[in-house]
């Protein structure tokens, strides 16, 4: 009897145990994050950072993807190719992510996305503007759900083509970004305005990436007396530019000026009330642009949380993760070869809007947003009033423009 009760006591315990136990852990999802987090221009970063830890720490209360808990894995790429490539290498192999996200500089992305391939991992960029990505170096593991060059600067063009402004010139960053913006912006212009002018390769600014004195170059564009202006400075070259250009009197009304991502909330941040008024201004993402209920639990949560509000960088990255999530969920798996499939023409609505990704170049049909520069008691940088909203299938160039033989 004794035995028999024994006997009975252990199979409880046995079995108590066994109950009792937590379930193994669930593999995380491992998500490996590549952007400029130093130096002039690590505000973007930072944001994006930002934008990405409060995607992870929503999704993660909420269940995680497909169960899994996600893990973000964070690295510098400086600005720079090189570094960049190191970077997403280190993730691929050591950290073994399953997804690579970010990418802020056009050159970086141009350079380090032909190697993609041969880590069989899809990247989602959701900053750097090339067309080339997703144009004459695509490949079916690189995606981007922000605008690129094409779409942002076609919408310069339409609205440069509402003013009265006949002769243009432009000041851009002396590399692919800046002169491939003054390309597109002379031909989406040309088509919707025959008979404009643009000034000849002596009245145009190209200043080098690594500038911080705009002041001859400033001076050479006041000079040639044009009509409107086309900026494509960004970060803290485009800082450090208006604040030179208001002391110089650039900002005067003498011309029009279009200034292509100077509605980063970076940007705007940075200058306060020295960012002039009335300069139309655009940007990949901007937070009081979509009235969505899904866009404004995006900016409270992010301002409750960072005390700030998001940036089109924060939103980008916020974005890609979600974008991850339901191509996952799609697939019904976590096999990078089943998620690749899954973002091939995934229809999603992000903060930004409902986008869409196309299966042909992988390149994101999205919305576009310009404003002019108005300064509002209950905000402290400047905010955009009036607003344009582009849709991002009157702004986007056909597939068979774009050069992109996906393999």
């Known amino acids: 009897m004794r035995k028999k009760l024994l006997l009975t006591l252990a199979l409880g315990t046995l079995i ?19 952007y400029i987090m130093s130096g002039p221009f690590a505000t973007y970063g930072q ?5 990405a830890q409060l995607a992870v720490d929503e999704i993660n209360k909420s269940g995680g993807i497909l169960g899994h808990p996600v893990e973000a894995f964070f690295e510098d790429s400086t600005g720079k190719p090189d570094v960049a490539l190191r970077a997403i290498r280190k993730l691929v192999y050591q950290q073994k992510v399953d997804c690579l996200i970010g990418l802020d500089s056009s050159g970086v992305a141009k350079s380090v996305v032909p190697s993609i391939p041969q880590m069989k991992t899809p990247l ?3 900053h750097a503007a090339t067309p080339d990505v997703t144009g004459n170096v695509c490949n079916r593991y690189t995606f981007r759900i922000s605008l690129n060059l094409a779409q942002n600067v076609k919408t310069a063009a339409l609205l440069a083509a509402q003013t009265k402004a006949k002769t243009w010139t432009t000041i851009g960053p002396d590399y692919a970004f800046g002169h491939q913006s003054w390309e597109y912006f002379q031909k989406y212009l040309a088509e919707a305005k025959p008979g404009v002018k643009f000034m000849g390769k002596d009245k145009v600014a190209f200043p080098p990436f690594k500038t911080t004195d705009f002041s001859a170059y400033i001076t050479k564009v006041m000079q040639s007396k044009p009509d409107g202006v086309l900026v494509s400075l960004w970060g803290g070259n485009l800082i450090n530019f208006i604040r030179q250009g208001s002391e110089m009197g650039f900002f005067n009304g003498d011309f029009e000026v279009l ?24 940007s990949r993402y901007w937070f009081l642009a979509n009235q969505s209920p899904l866009n404004q639990k995006f900016v409270k949560n992010y301002h409750d949380r960072y005390g700030e ?3 089109y960088n ?26 690749i499939k899954a973002l091939e023409g995934l229809k999603i609505e992000l903060p930004v809007g409902t986008i869409y990704i196309r299966p042909e170049d992988h390149q994101a049909v999205t919305p576009a947003c310009w404003g002019k520069t108005a300064a509002d008691p209950n905000y402290p940088i ?9 849709k991002g299938e009157d702004i986007t160039p056909a597939v068979t ?3 992109c033989k996906m393999k």
Request: proline content about 5%; overall charge positive; cysteine-free.
């Open 16 to 34: 108590g145990f066994l109950g009792l136990a937590p379930a193994q852990a669930a593999k995380p999802v491992k998500l490996g994050f590549v």
């Open 47 to 51: 944001f994006a950072k930002k934008g």
């Open 124 to 126: 989602i960029i959701t």
């Open 259 to 282: 200034i292509t991502l100077g509605a980063a909330t970076e940007v705007l941040s940075a200058l306060k009330d020295k960012m002039p008024e009335g300069l139309w201004v655009g």
């Open 309 to 311: 509000y998001p940036s």
């Open 314 to 339: 924060a939103h980008g990255a916020y974005g890609a993760i979600y974008s991850y999530k339901k191509a996952a969920e799609k697939a019904g798996s976590l096999d990078k070869e089943a998620v």
């Open 382 to 390: 400047r905010i955009l009033k009036p607003m344009k909203i582009f």
């Open 401 to 403: 423009e774009t050069g």
